[in-house]
């Protein structure tokens, strides 16, 4: 199971972080990837954390998100900096190749 949390309405150039709490599988052996969809739109690859904490992101969020792990927590974080109204979406975890867990919806509005 994959329950994502943390979104909400935010201001353009605000911060917000997401949470994804894992269960069922195991977590510190697992990559961790975050996924988006925007309204209309398909789904977007956000960022994948691999299991030695070696990250990638999608150049749309490089260098304003961060994703992070805590292994103790069965936990993966999305740190968003300087949103955009393009970040609007619903935003997914999954592990690596899995499917998709709930999502938490970010809207980005002025």
């Known amino acids: 199971q994959l329950q994502a949390s943390g979104g909400g309405l935010v201001q353009p150039g605000s911060s917000l972080r997401l949470s994804c709490v894992a269960s069922?599988?195991?977590?510190?052996?697992?990559?961790m990837t975050w996924a988006r969809q925007a309204p209309g739109k398909g789904v977007e690859w956000i960022s994948t954390i691999y299991k030695d904490g070696g990250s990638y992101y999608a150049d749309s969020v490089k260098g304003r998100f961060t994703i992070s792990r805590d292994n103790a927590k069965n936990t993966v974080h999305l740190q968003m900096e300087r949103v955009r109204l393009e970040d609007t979406g619903m935003y997914y975890c999954?592990?690596?190749?899995?499917?998709r867990g709930q999502g938490t919806l970010v809207t980005v509005s002025s």
């Open positions: 999954a592990k690596l190749g899995g499917p």
């Open positions: 069922g599988f195991d977590f510190s052996d697992s990559a």
